[in-house]
């Protein structure tokens, strides 16, 4: 008999992963564009930490996929206190201690460029195609792009400010 990690039987399927990112992003009244900086993310967390998508963690890294994504895309978007009153399951703690991890462990990497982008756009909407599905947004227009260029660049420096600061704040008490 084969041996197996428990936490890989639960692993997500693509339909799972849809509807889930779709609760969240009608929840948090999200822009149409987030579920593509979110995969950018999600798969830049994976390359860099060599971390795979469990039973145990996909909906939390998808969630702060999604969240820092429409923090970066939409100047009004929800801010971590917001979110409980939408997930009832998950704590402002807990979404700001998930945040500050994967923050670090990505490097605060948050900068997308326009080929990457593109790249992912065309994988999602593949991925529709794939469910009858057509996605609600065409390719960024090239003013689109310098606003996430320049939101993403300002991101970075944002929270790698904010969280060096509660590491610093830490260290000191």
């Known amino acids: 008999m084969e041996q197996y990690d428990e936490d890989f039987v639960d692993v997500p399927t693509l339909e799972e992963l849809y509807y889930y990112c779709k609760y969240v992003i009608i929840s948090g009244r999200m822009e149409k564009e987030i579920p593509i900086l979110c995969l950018i993310y999600l798969e830049r967390f994976f390359t860099m930490t060599g971390i795979l998508m469990t039973g145990k963690n996909w909906k939390r890294l998808t969630l702060i996929s999604l969240i820092l994504a429409s923090k970066i895309w939409d100047d009004d978007s929800l801010e971590n206190v917001h979110f409980p009153q939408v997930m009832s399951d998950i704590t402002v703690k807990e979404i700001a201690g998930i945040e500050a991890v994967f923050l670090q462990l990505i490097d605060f990497s948050l900068n ?62």
């Not at 003013?143 to 944002?158: F, G, I, P, R, Y």
């Open 112 to 173: 997308i460029r326009g080929a990457e982008y593109a790249k992912y756009y065309f994988i999602l909407k593949t991925f529709a195609e794939k469910f009858n599905s057509t996605l609600p947004m065409g390719p960024l227009a090239i003013e689109e792009m310098s606003k996430l260029q320049n939101n993403t660049v300002k991101a970075e420096s944002d929270l790698r400010e904010k969280y060096n600061m509660k590491l610093s704040l830490k260290k000191s008490v």
